[in-house]
């Protein structure tokens, strides 16, 4: 079973740049997340989509981030104008579906530098 | 505000001994916790998990407690291994199916 996919691996910008990452998930997962990790600290999650549906975006800032996710499935998230507090980690997980599975598989990650 | 916290940023462990790395919470109302390896330059993987209806759940070397009433979970690996070394992180799951994270606690095991 092939994993969850990210690209790109690693991107550096300027501040006030703008900057897309893509995610395809497991196929089959209904349910995808996307979280920003900061370094030293855990990961926290920015938006989540049942299907290709919004079920929780409370904690991604509006003003700057957006993210969707076309027919249920691969989904990007873009970030403009980036600012240099965006420099983290960024990562991609999905899942069966929320109450079906507790687990969330997880890709390897975008690492953003925001010079 | 943390409502995971994992408060040792590292631990030091010798090849075959016993590794034990902590994690407080502070909700009440979590009802299922995991723990998640991770290794440089990849992606969280899960290692295991533990309903709040149990104490204990055990998977080969790796077995996690949970104590509800101290709010407090741990993680044991025994014995421990040089591909063990790595960033352990807990998390809770809320009542939205989504995951509180702690902070991580990095692992390494000497030779």
């Known amino acids: 079973e092939a994993g969850v996919a990210q690209s790109p691996r690693y991107k550096i910008i300027e501040k006030r740049q703008s900057v897309a990452f893509w995610c395809n998930p497991i196929?089959?997962?209904?349910?995808l997340y996307w979280y920003q990790q900061i370094l030293g600290q855990g990961p926290k999650l920015l938006i989540q989509f049942q299907n290709n549906g919004v079920v929780d975006d409370s904690q991604l800032p509006k003003d700057r981030f957006s993210a969707e996710r076309l027919k249920g499935v691969d989904s990007t998230l873009k970030i403009q104008p980036a600012k240099l507090e965006d420099s983290a980690v960024y990562l991609c997980a999905s899942s069966l579906g929320a109450g079906l599975t507790y687990e969330q598989y997880f890709g390897p990650g975008t690492r953003l530098t925001v010079t | 505000d943390q409502q995971v916290k994992q408060n040792s940023p590292s631990l030091s462990v010798q090849e075959g001994r016993i590794s034990i790395l902590n994690c407080d919470y502070t909700n009440s109302m979590f009802d299922y916790f995991l723990w998640y390896k991770k290794y440089p330059a990849e992606g969280p993987t899960f290692l295991i998990s533990i309903s709040s209806i149990k104490d204990k759940n055990e998977d080969g070397r790796f077995t996690v407690f949970l104590n509800k009433s101290a709010k407090h979970l741990s993680l044991h690996i025994v014995p421990s291994q040089p591909g063990d070394s790595a960033v352990y992180f807990c998390?809770?799951?809320?009542?939205?199916?989504?995951?509180?994270w702690g902070a991580g606690t990095k692992l390494i095991i000497k030779p």
């Open positions: 998390a809770a799951m809320d009542s939205n199916y989504q995951l509180i």
């Open positions: 196929s089959g997962h209904a349910t």
